[in-house]
């Protein structure tokens, strides 16, 4: 290879950053690089490929002056990429799908068990002194056994939650890709076959407890659940959202947790991240993570040796091993 093959935008836990450096050079940025930073970095000739971080934008006009091999993202998503830019422009991107999988649904269903017995408040009840003895109606929350969780999408982490939600006695209904619709087959569903029921997104939202989106940002479901969504849902519904923030309005959102449209919501991702729409912090109705969904120490080091693999796969010219657009290179 030749000199600086890898722009990492933030250093990767380990094994990560061994891998690459065994491979080829390194530069590492200083700290979070700008759009501009980051743009003049990929025009410049100097990287073969970027290692990124989800918080890194590619955009169509960054990736048409980008003088890079391919980028390799930390993370399952995407939706920081162009990937139609990129493939434009020969630039292959690869990800790290799977082995966060079933720490995203754990979290999925912490943040439902969460939300439901009021984890947080109860928690801050008993470390502020106010906790006088067991009392009949303290901190009285929902059900979960028993109760019904709709999925929004059922790829890989939908799929991992399903599993757990069954496990707790929950009546599990899916939308694979909402708002639209897409039979899923007997075949398809495998495991669930029998288990889980595929319902249209405006019956799935009307009939869930608890809503959980496990879908991409994409144009399509940016604001799929928007204020017409809360409205549809029941006033004792808890929305839960592991994905990406803008998939919900999150003003919207406050306004119905506010006024009674639905009952709660538990976030681990928001729509201006790592900011929070107004009112949101305040409302003790939720619960509210910093995007930790994959975030165990196993999790996040095959993360990054996925991340660094794909990374010298494409430095090398070869196919990266989790390619999202293998396409791009035969262009
Ligand atoms: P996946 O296996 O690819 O599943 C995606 C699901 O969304 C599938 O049901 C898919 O339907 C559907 N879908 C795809 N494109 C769509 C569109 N344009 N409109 C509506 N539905 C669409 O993905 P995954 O591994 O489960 O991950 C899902 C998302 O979770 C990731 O994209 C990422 O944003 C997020 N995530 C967050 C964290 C976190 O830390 N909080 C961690 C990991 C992942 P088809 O089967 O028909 O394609
Ligand atoms: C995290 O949000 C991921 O997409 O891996």
């Known amino acids: 290879m030749t000199a600086a093959d890898f722009l990492v935008t933030t250093p990767l836990p380990d094994p990560g950053m061994r891998l690459l450096e065994a491979a080829g050079s390194v530069t590492v940025a200083a700290s979070r690089m700008t759009r501009a930073e980051l743009a003049d970095a990929c025009e410049s000739g100097d990287y073969r490929v970027v ?30 990429i162009d990937i139609a830019a990129a493939t434009a422009n020969s630039i292959i991107v690869g990800n790290t799908p799977g082995v966060l999988t079933d720490a995203t649904a754990d979290l999925a269903l912490l943040l439902i068990l969460a939300v439901a017995r009021r984890c947080v408040e109860a928690d801050t009840f008993v470390r502020s002194g106010k906790f006088s003895g067991w009392e009949p109606e303290l901190l009285l929350g929902h059900d979960v056994s028993g109760r019904t969780l709709g999925l929004a999408g059922f790829g890989r982490i939908a799929r991992a939650t399903a599993r757990r939600a069954l496990a707790f006695g929950m009546t599990v209904n899916f939308s694979p890709r909402p708002p639209g619709e897409r039979v899923v087959s007997t075949e398809e569903l495998g495991e669930f ?32 659940v928007d204020e017409s969504v809360f409205r549809s849902m029941k006033s004792s519904a808890i929305l839960i959202n592991t994905a990406r923030g803008p998939i919900v309005d999150e003003t919207a959102l406050v306004a119905a947790l506010r006024d009674g449209t639905i ?64 396409e791009a290179r035969a262009r």
Not at 284 to 301: D, K, Q
Request: proline share 8%; charged share 20%; with cysteine.
């Open 193 to 224: 076959a029998g288990r889980v029921h595929q319902l249209a997104w405006p019956e799935l939202v009307a009939t869930s407890d608890y809503l959980s989106v496990h879908v991409p940002l994409t144009d399509e479901t940016r604001h799929l």
């Open 51 to 80: 290692v990124a971080q989800l918080q890194d934008e590619f955009d169509a006009a960054l990736l048409d002056r980008a003088k890079i091999a391919g980028i390799s993202n930390f993370a399952v998503g995407y939706n920081n």
């Open 263 to 326: 009952a709660g919501a538990g976030l681990d991702v928001y729509e201006d991240e790592p900011r929070l729409a107004a009112g949101l912090a305040a409302l003790p109705n939720t619960v509210l993570l910093p995007h930790i969904g994959s975030a165990t120490v196993p999790v996040r080091a095959e993360m990054a040796r996925r991340c660094a693999e794909n990374a010298v796969a494409i430095a090398r010219g070869e196919l990266p091993p989790y390619p999202v657009n293998p």
